[in-house]
């Protein structure tokens, strides 16, 4: 069975300081996709990234990165210079991939970030 | 574009009621899933429809159920309605399940 742990329940930092959210996940498939999710208050998800098994490259998106670790089965999300507006609750998910069109998440538990200006 | 829409926006119901929501998917996608999220929680995969047919599901009992139509909007059903089906639920549609966009969601509340 598939299973993400996102360890951290919540974070508190000040403005500008840089904010590492863990993951960690458990799967038997030999092919997978991780995600990250960022949920601000009004509820809806917003789609982050995606990575498959096969490609272990970190990956930047302006103040976003992304360090996927197989070795480890971890797939951590740093903000650098953290803003007020990155409050939020941050999801990571894990799918499967499937021979036919379907495919379901698994999400972690969540990280609540509270960035303090 | 337009993206993934629910409604309604809230619903309040009492115990043993019967609710449907409802979800028009993104331009171009023809796959819906559900989720339910309970507060404080990580969302739970409910069902998958591709193409009208139910295409995979989680554990949730079979009162909870759901359709999909030709423009590949769908709905999701609940019968016999508990305090425990209090949550958010979460509408993604993708093209044939790998990259979900969601919904704003619907917060169901069980009196």
């Known amino acids: 069975a598939q299973k993400v742990t996102q360890a951290q329940t919540e974070i508190s930092v000040v403005e500008k300081e840089d904010v590492t959210l863990d993951c960690v996940y458990e799967t038997r498939d030999t092919t997978y996709y991780l995600f990250w999710y960022k949920q601000p208050p009004s509820g809806e998800l917003v789609f982050l990234i995606r990575?498959?098994?096969?490609?272990?490259q970190n990956e930047i998106s302006g103040r976003y990165s992304w360090n996927f670790q197989k070795s480890t089965s971890s797939f951590n999300f740093t903000i650098t210079a953290s803003q007020v507006v990155d409050s939020a609750v941050y999801f990571c998910?894990?799918?499967?991939?499937?021979?036919?069109?379907?495919?379901?998440?698994?999400f972690g538990e969540g990280t609540q970030l509270t960035v303090n200006p | 574009e337009t993206g993934v829409t629910q409604s309604p926006t809230h619903l309040i119901k009492t115990r043993g009621q019967q609710v449907t929501l409802r979800c028009s998917s993104q331009s171009g996608h023809n796959t819906v899933s559900w989720y339910q999220q309970a507060l404080g929680q990580g969302p739970q995969f409910i069902f998958q429809y591709y193409r009208e047919e139910e295409n995979g599901r989680g554990n949730f009992p079979p009162r909870f159920s759901g359709l999909q139509f030709p423009n590949y909007s769908s709905e999701l059903n609940v019968n016999a309605l508990e305090l425990d089906d209090s949550a958010l639920y979460l509408c993604a549609s993708s093209i044939q399940g790998l990259e979900q966009f969601f919904g704003p969601g619907t917060r169901l509340t069980v009196l």
């Open positions: 998910a894990l799918s499967e991939e499937v021979e036919t069109s379907g495919s379901r998440l698994t």
């Open positions: 990575r498959n098994s096969f490609d272990e």
